[in-house]
């Protein structure tokens, strides 16, 4: 069955880098949109960043030119979050996410961030 597996979270300080890994298995993902969402505490679970199916990426506002996304190759199995000149508002956890031509979507189990003053 599908699953994301997500790693690379930890405690960070304020300004630090960190790059969150997400391991996609028991699927064909080369035509699915991916992407990284983040929820902190009572708050939403909210985009930060998504690679379309044909590879186009965006990003939300807070985390332009700090966040990058990329995949490792075309087949979509490895998807990476760059994260530069993190802030404590960053502090959430991150799910790994994708989505299938069907509109079927799956959910990786999250890995928490912390960002430090």
């Known amino acids: 069955q599908v699953q994301l597996a997500e790693s690379g979270g930890g405690l960070v300080q304020a300004g630090g880098s960190l790059r969150l890994s997400c391991a996609a298995s028991?699927?064909?993902?080369?035509?699915?949109?991916m992407g990284w969402y983040r929820q902190a505490p009572g708050k939403q679970r909210e985009l930060v960043a998504r690679i379309s199916s044909g590879g186009s990426t965006n990003y939300a506002d807070s985390v332009k030119g700090r966040f990058s996304i990329s995949t490792r190759d075309n087949a979509k199995n490895t998807v990476y979050l760059q994260m530069n000149s993190l802030k404590q508002e960053d502090t959430a956890v991150y799910y790994c996410w994708t989505i299938f031509s069907t509109g079927l979507d799956y959910w990786g189990q999250g890995t928490q961030v912390t960002v430090s003053s």
């Open positions: 028991g699927s064909n993902f080369r035509s699915n949109a």
